[in-house]
């Protein structure tokens, strides 16, 4: 990470699933001290205020796809703003629900091709998020990034992409909750996917530090997507999909802190935290703390936090 300057870009995305409050996200990570916690740590931050997405629509009927025309509506929007921000330093994008990786993948992964370097993406997430809208039984398309970023059929209506990001640069941390479709394409495609199961039996450094080994000797670069529902929910309650059994505050953390060693790291999404369904604001503040990892924070740095 050599940049110097952050870029916050806040992405209200509301709409690639039922239930609502993400569109507050942007604004509690701003509320938690995101700006001044990377400025403490000596990068200068800018930040661009939200996107002007579609902000609410009714539900679909169930079977059907949830709000299909506002979602490639942010996409567009969201992968003109990744591919401009990333020229001009490290861009964190504020959700939101993971459906703005649709757009903010797609335009790093132009930003990549223009500058001919290939791009990696680990996926610290529940979920694979490998259904198309053809596919998805629930109808969210929150579950569908990574198919499209890989170029899978299905996506019709969507922008074209520019690049796409090969399967095998994909590696998923933290999967607890995988479609049987999923987990076919998943072994046939040659993704690396590390469920908790493996995190249980070998620790979360080896596999990642492999990872992190592939993309360097491939000259690559790496798009982080951190989505709540990759922490235990019992420290991180403010997301729709909690899933039992996530990742510790202890292993996020170490995961943080290696990506930061490693030096790889050039654009972020923080995705799925719903303050509605927060507890004081302790999982905007936690998010904070990990992107504070990410970005330099030492263990000797970390502030007592008190949600009195």
């Not at 200068?44 to 997405?53: A, F, K, S, W, Y």
Request: net charge negative; hydrophobic share 45%; aromatic share 6%.
């Amino acid at each position: 990470m050599s940049a110097q300057k952050c870029i916050l870009i806040g992405a209200g995305m509301d709409c690639g699933k039922r239930r609502r409050g993400c569109i507050m996200g942007p604004d509690a990570y701003r509320t938690a001290g995101l700006a001044e916690t990377l400025g403490a740590l000596g990068w200068q931050t800018e930040d661009r205020g939200n996107l002007p997405g579609p902000t609410w629509v009714a539900d679909a009927p169930p079977g059907e796809v949830h709000a299909l025309d506002e979602s490639i509506a942010w996409t567009q929007i969201l992968a003109d703003a990744a591919e401009s921000a990333m020229d001009q330093g490290f861009p964190i994008f504020m959700g939101g629900d993971h459906a703005l990786s649709l757009g903010t993948v797609s335009g790093v992964a132009a930003h990549a091709a223009r500058n001919d370097r290939p791009l990696f993406v680990l996926w610290l997430d529940a979920h694979p998020d490998i259904n198309t809208p053809k596919t998805t039984a629930s109808g969210n398309l929150h579950g569908t990034p990574i198919a499209y970023v890989t170029g899978q059929d299905g996506f019709d209506g969507f922008p074209a992409l520019a690049a796409q990001v090969p399967p095998a640069n994909v590696c998923f941390i933290g999967l607890r909750s995988v479609d049987a479709p999923e987990r076919e394409f998943i072994t046939r495609s040659g993704m690396t996917a590390i469920d908790m199961r493996q995190i249980d039996e070998r620790g979360i450094a080896a596999p990642l530090a492999a990872f992190l080994a592939k993309v360097r000797a491939a000259g690559g670069v790496l798009h982080v997507s951190l989505d709540v529902d990759f922490l235990e929910p019992a420290i991180a309650p403010a997301v729709g999909t909690t899933v039992p059994g996530g990742a510790t505050f202890r292993e996020a953390h170490l995961v943080m802190e290696m990506l930061h060693d490693s030096g790889l790291v050039t654009s972020l999404d923080l995705v799925e935290l719903n303050p509605f369904l927060d507890d004081r604001g302790r999982t905007a503040s936690l998010m904070v703390d990990l992107t504070a990892s990410l970005f330099g924070r030492s263990v000797f740095d970390r502030p007592t936090h008190s949600h009195s």
